[in-house]
């Protein structure tokens, strides 16, 4: 596709439930992105990947949540054991290079809302 | 040093009016200095992005000004337009070479 692919584009799920969100980023670009985004606030780094190299975990909040990247395309981001406090917008990113002069292109993201 | 301060936090032009927002930093070590636009329900998009070895970029109705010595940078939207209307965030890099600190965003409303 032309652009970043996000599913779903909502998932409601019950607390204490595990969640897969997916991320196709751009074909070709090496640098990817997942950001959250509670609602009316800002975007909050949760982790990247750079190519083969190892990834940027810094931003992830609690080990309930991790992500992979495979092949060098696409990415998941699991939650496990869902709490309310992690219902936000989940928004996907890539890059060309993962330099700060390539623009960040965007998904529409996966609103997450947890019951 | 990371942190990013976004004024205001949001703002109602009227329309043909001119828009301005403003984004304060700490660390003198960014060196990229990016707006990006965010429509509802949709991922933010870059909008415009200035280098520290100029003073201004204009893109159409949209300008960056940058004051080093104040560690500011803000966005000027000239003749806002209805579309205009979106969220705003200044996203300047972090000293990591990937990383970009983003602001809280600036909630801009454009009357008819």
């Known amino acids: 596709g032309a652009g970043v692919s996000q599913s779903p584009s909502n998932k409601v799920t019950e607390k204490g439930k595990d969640v897969e969100l997916r991320c196709d980023p751009i074909?070709?670009?090496?640098?990817l992105y997942w950001y959250r985004q509670s609602l009316g606030q800002g975007l909050e780094f949760l982790i990247y990947?750079?190519?083969?190299?190892?990834?940027?975990k810094s931003g992830l909040p609690s080990d309930r949540f991790s992500a992979e990247r495979t092949g060098g395309s696409v990415s998941t981001l699991t939650i496990q054991r869902t709490q309310q406090e992690d219902s936000a917008v989940y928004l996907c990113?890539?890059?060309?290079?993962?330099?700060?002069?390539?623009?960040?292109?965007f998904g529409d993201g996966t609103r997450l809302s947890i019951l | 040093q990371q942190q990013v301060k976004q004024s205001p936090q949001s703002l109602i032009v009227q329309k043909g009016g001119i828009s301005i927002i403003n984004c304060a930093y700490e660390n003198t070590a960014f060196d990229y200095f990016p707006w990006y636009q965010q429509f509802p329900g949709k991922g933010p998009a870059l909008l415009i992005a200035?280098?520290?070895d100029v003073s201004e970029k204009k893109e159409g109705r949209f300008t960056i000004s940058f004051n080093k010595s104040a560690k500011q940078f803000s966005l000027h939207i000239m003749d806002s337009q209805p579309g205009d209307s979106a969220t705003y965030f200044c996203?300047?890099?972090?000293?990591?070479?990937?990383?970009?600190?983003w602001g809280a965003g600036t909630k801009l409303i454009i009357k008819p």
């Open positions: 200035i280098r520290p």
């Open positions: 074909s070709g670009h090496t640098a």
């Open positions: 990113a890539s890059s060309s290079q993962g330099d700060r002069g390539q623009p960040q292109h």
């Open positions: 996203a300047p890099s972090g000293e990591s070479n990937y990383q970009l600190i």
């Open positions: 990947f750079q190519g083969n190299s190892a990834p940027d």
